[in-house]
């Protein structure tokens, strides 16, 4: 795992998935495709993988945005928040977490590490579809990024 | 003694008293010299002789008769008048050999006038020498052997086990060598007063064992001499006395001290209080604690004179100093054995309180505080109440005395935190009735701060203590010496000066208390312990509860949502051509939706009644116009006529959850609703404003009662009880907007927590009230 996060060629804000389920992992890429703005989508399935993408060898320049499960197999979501909002050269990554968790703990859990924004995800498809372009919309297209590298390792 | 002395001049005083000439009353009887009467009974003879040459100094005045020489033959000669020379000799020898210093002995028979036998007893005091004349009829006539008798006696005395048994055994074995018709033991109190301990007594006589006696029963005089003399013989009550003559001794005026006299004249107190008990004779022997006066082994005679010979008498008076010996050690062992039965009593007492519930179980188990301390009442301020058992004061009067006992000093000392009293009424204003109940007081508090007390009660003794000597229906009769001590008048002077007082704690009983007092304390700290781990493992698990809940409606919901999301898919896409199938795909999608609100109402509602409430002041009229607004919204489509009572009360609640409790009754009163327009009041009831209808809950017109009234549906009457059912619902799932069935269930958990409930009145096809109460603010 140690492509490089931004496509080389044209520069297109990429969307890190970090999420184990496949139907829910469908409606980030549809909403993707909805919201209207060219940019790459790339899954991972559980916490390490995430790291491990994010501190990769020659990855230069930082996603635009993490969309991150809370429960996911091995290493879930609250780890990888912790330990990327703990990382000096990560922390600046905006994390969105989606999860089907309300419990007020997780949001509290959550804000205190760090995390960007916080979303339940609705069980009904249209509203979660919904919700997700809006998500990409708004963190792909209309908020502005630094102007930053990742240092090369 | 309440008589004051000093304002009244004695009739005796300036001349040499004699108990024949001079009287004594109940208000001067302290003063009565009794060691000093006078006079003799005249059953024997008495000479006074002066030391250095045997001379009669005084004689009694019935010599002439007893002795054959009246006293002016006898004034001023020496004893060998009397004696005769050989037997003067046997006196003289006697007196220089043997140790007759204020102890009368035996020293030989004297052929009397009329030549009866009299024994000769002789003794000396302050200077002078006394030798007493006794018929010894008895004493030669009945041969007993007082030796083996005493013997005998001693035995028995010395294995009684306990201060009941010695006083059993006592009473017993005088009676047994005397044959008097009853023998008790009587023990002085603290306060003077008396209690018949233990008796012997003829069967046909009724039993006076566990009365009391007021103090002044005995006077201090008597006191006095049973400090000094183990032993006071009389003879026959109100016999003849016979009087000194002169009164007063020749050579230095002084009258003659009788204190160790076996003849000494009976005061005029102690005859008349006898005779007005019906006895006719008496033996009283002291009982002591060194030089304390413990008590008194009292014997009484109901027929007639009783002749207590001197080796009887000296065999009584060694009984006496046996009984004074053994009985510190048998108070001791039965202090040891009452110890030992209160530790056990404590123990149990905490071991019950441990196993049932804590303190409360102090007053209503099996065993209470009434048993670990002698008392009549007992009270514990505990749990901010008062728990109390037996004779105790009211709530508001302990609140009254718990108030005055916490600023007291006695209560901020570290080694001995208590509070004794026998008299509470002397100390703190007080109600008769209340110092009547709670003249003693024995008071331990639990805590440094904060008014958990224990308290014990004893009433004033007049009424927990049967008395002797209160014969009421006896009138009171003067004597001929005026107003005289009768039972009735010293009971009379002894309730007024015994009014409001207890019978008093003992140290040993404040030491017992004081110890319970740590037990109790260590079990309080132990319980709040438990309780503290309990309310830890409380915590814990409401936390594992609560992670249940979201875990369950999160991994629930995964699944849900892939479902939810494949059935949305078929139903877009144009492969449904059958319509059937194409409704198939709808149900589907309906159906993981309505599991969805269902997973969410179920971790709602397992939080309702685990989350801390947030009370605070709530303005309802604000609080339900948000949720007006809040349901109006979702309801607004159809139309609706909402009346709001003006000013609405403000109440304790949680705002948020009050403010569901609205939003979940309004939206019921919209949703089940068929009208053309929707007609919803909402309004309230102060307390005591309403009558409660039979179907209400109990005492909730004490409080204020909201109601959200509807011109809904209705609920039939048979649904009443499943109307609050978590997901039960009335009608069909989709009819009346659905919904999950939790709403109602929720509203009464809500209002549970807030120590309120839900209620409401209905008509099918007319509507529904819902009435709530918030329970106590």
Not at chain 2, 506 to 535: D, G, K
Not at chain 2, 721 to 728: P, S
């Amino acid at each position: 795992m140690s492509a490089a996060l931004i496509h080389p060629i044209l520069d297109l804000p990429t969307c890190v998935l970090v999420e184990d389920s496949d139907e829910d992992a469908d409606t980030v890429a549809e909403a993707l495709r909805r919201c209207g703005i060219p940019g790459r989508l790339q899954r991972v399935t559980n916490g390490d993988d995430c790291l491990t993408l994010l501190r990769g060898a020659g990855a230069t320049q930082p996603p635009a945005l993490v969309l991150m499960d809370l429960s996911t197999p091995g290493t879930d979501g609250r780890d990888a928040l912790r330990q990327i909002k703990e990382d000096s050269k990560l922390k600046c990554i905006p994390v969105v977490i989606t999860s089907a968790s309300a419990n007020p703990r997780d949001l509290e859990f959550c804000y205190t590490a760090g995390a960007n924004a916080y979303h339940v995800k609705p069980v009904s498809h249209p509203h979660h579809l919904a919700e997700m372009t809006q998500v990409l919309q708004y963190w792909l297209g209309a908020v502005r990024r630094p102007a930053y590298r990742m240092p090369t390792a | 003694m309440t008589g004051d002395v000093s304002e009244a001049r004695l009739p005796w005083e300036g001349q040499a008293y004699s108990a024949m000439r001079f009287g004594a009353t109940i208000t001067n009887c302290d003063s009565e010299p009794v060691q000093t009467p006078g006079c003799i009974q005249g059953h024997g003879a008495l000479l006074v002789l002066r030391a250095d040459n045997l001379t009669v100094a005084q004689v009694s005045d019935n010599s002439g008769a007893l002795l054959g020489h009246p006293p002016e033959t006898l004034l001023g000669q020496p004893v060998s008048r009397v004696l005769g020379e050989a037997r003067a000799e046997e006196l003289h020898a006697f007196l220089a050999r043997e140790p007759v210093d204020r102890n009368p002995l035996y020293v030989l028979t004297h052929q009397g006038h009329n030549g009866a036998a009299l024994d000769v007893t002789v003794h000396t005091i302050d200077g002078v020498v006394i030798v007493e004349f006794e018929s010894t009829a008895h004493t030669t006539a009945d041969g007993h052997d007082y030796f083996t008798l005493i013997k005998q006696s001693v035995h028995r005395l010395q294995s009684a086990s306990s201060l009941q048994a010695l006083g059993d055994a006592a009473t017993a074995e005088i009676r047994a060598l005397t044959g008097l018709d009853r023998v008790m033991v009587y023990k002085f109190h603290d306060d003077g007063h008396g209690e018949v301990v233990a008796e012997s007594r003829r069967p046909d006589l009724s039993s006076w064992l566990g009365l009391h006696y007021p103090a002044q029963d005995i006077p201090e005089p008597a006191r006095e001499v049973f400090r000094r003399t183990w032993i006071r013989p009389l003879r026959e009550v109100g016999a003849p006395m016979s009087e000194l003559v002169p009164l007063a001794h020749p050579d230095t005026g002084r009258p003659l001290t009788m204190t160790h006299c076996a003849l000494r004249g009976p005061s005029v107190m102690y005859t008349e209080y006898l005779q007005n008990m019906g006895v006719t004779a008496g033996l009283t022997l002291s009982i002591r604690h060194g030089e304390q006066l413990w008590g008194l082994i009292a014997g009484h005679h109901y027929s007639g004179a009783f002749d207590l010979p001197y080796n009887m008498r000296a065999a009584c008076e060694l009984m006496a100093q046996i009984v004074s010996l053994q009985h510190k050690a048998a108070e001791d062992r039965d202090y040891l054995s009452h110890q030992l039965r209160f530790d056990e009593v404590r123990q149990l007492l905490v071991t019950q309180a441990a196993n049932e519930g804590g303190l409360p179980a102090m007053v209503d188990g099996e065993l209470t505080l009434l048993d670990a301390l002698d008392a009549q009442g007992a009270a514990l301020f505990h749990q901010e109440r008062w728990w109390r058992v037996g004779q105790t004061p009211h709530d508001d009067e302990l609140d009254t005395i718990a108030d005055w006992l916490i600023e007291r000093p006695e209560f901020a000392s570290s080694a001995e935190p208590v509070f004794v009293t026998d008299a509470l009424g002397t100390l703190m204003p007080c109600s008769p009735e209340l110092s009547a109940v709670a003249a003693g007081l024995l008071a331990l508090p639990l805590s440094k701060r904060g008014k958990n007390l224990i308290f014990w009660f004893r009433p004033e003794m007049l009424r927990s203590v049967e008395w002797g000597g209160n014969p009421h229906d006896k009138p009171m009769v003067p004597g001929p010496n005026g107003l005289r001590l009768t039972p009735r008048r010293s009971f009379e002077l002894f309730s007024d000066s015994v009014r409001g007082h207890s019978l008093p704690w003992q140290q040993w009983e404040i030491e017992l208390a004081l110890r319970f007092r740590l037990v109790v304390m260590q079990l309080v700290i132990s319980r709040a312990e438990q309780l503290t781990e309990l309310n830890l493992n409380l915590a814990r698990s409401n936390d594992d509860l609560d992670a249940f809940a979201y875990v369950a409606s999160h991994d629930l919901k995964e699944p849900l949502r892939g479902m939810h999301k494949y059935a949305h898919q078929l139903a877009d896409s144009a492969a449904l051509a059958d319509p059937l199938d194409a409704q198939r795909v709808e149900g589907l999608i309906r159906l993981t939706l309505r599991m969805d609100s269902l997973l969410d109402s179920l971790l709602h509602f397992s939080r309702v009644g685990r989350v801390a409430l947030e009370l605070e002041d709530v303005d309802l009229d604000e609080l339900v116009h948000e949720a007006l607004e809040m349901v109006v919204a979702r309801r607004g489509e159809k139309p609706n006529e909402v009346i709001v009572a003006p000013q609405l009360p403000h109440m304790r609640a949680d705002r948020v959850r009050l403010r569901e409790v609205f939003v979940n009754l309004l939206s019921n009163a919209f949703k089940y609703n068929e009208k053309p327009t929707a007609r919803i009041e909402i309004g309230w009831y102060p307390p005591h404003s309403v009558d409660r209808k039979p179907h209400w809950p109990q005492d909730v017109i004490q409080h204020p009662i909201f109601f959200v009234k509807d011109n809904g549906i209705g609920i039939e009457a048979r649904h009443v009880e499943q109307v609050y059912k978590m997901f039960k619902r009335l009608h069909g799932r989709d009819e009346y907007g659905g919904g999950t069935g939790a709403g109602l269930t929720i509203v009464k958990k809500l209002l549970e927590r807030h120590g309120g409930t839900v209620w409401f009145d209905s008509e099918p096809g007319v509507g529904s009230t819902f009435y709530i109460s918030l329970g106590a603010q």
